[in-house]
């Protein structure tokens, strides 16, 4: 069993910027996709960004592309999402995942952390 644990969120300005990250605890690490999912209060998770699991492939949603950058360093079992030029409307609990595909779907990934908070001040 995988364990993800998520750290970094906290309280900015809009405009300002935060780096999340998100430690595996197992040996695969660096067999497993990865990715970055959100959830804003009243709204249905939705997805950030994701991660093959070399790091040669990234994937980013709309909302967030040119804004957001998703890497991870494998000799250090963890993933990171460094958020620049932060809105309010960014304001949600992140979570971070690890499956087989680097896709967009939450049902790809098996292995989930509790979340980190992230709030965006106006």
């Known amino acids: 069993q995988v364990q993800l644990v998520e750290s970094g969120g906290g309280l900015v300005q809009a405009g300002g910027s935060l780096r999340l990250s998100c430690a595996a605890s197992?040996?695969?690490?660096?067999?497993?996709?990865m990715g970055w999912f959100r959830q804003a209060p009243g709204k249905e998770r939705e997805f950030v960004a994701a991660?093959?699991?070399?790091?040669?492939?990234?994937y980013y949603a709309d909302s967030v592309k040119g804004r957001f950058t998703i890497s991870r360093d494998n000799a250090k079992n963890t993933m990171y999402l460094q958020m620049n030029s932060l809105k309010p409307e960014d304001t949600a609990v992140y979570y971070c995942?690890?499956?087989?595909?680097?896709?967009?779907?939450?049902?790809?990934?098996?292995?989930w952390g509790q979340g980190t908070q992230v709030t965006v001040s106006s």
């Open positions: 995942a690890a499956g087989s595909f680097a896709v967009a779907t939450m049902k790809e990934y098996d292995y």
């Open positions: 197992g040996r695969t690490f660096s067999s497993y996709a």
């Open positions: 991660i093959n699991w070399n790091g040669g492939s990234t």
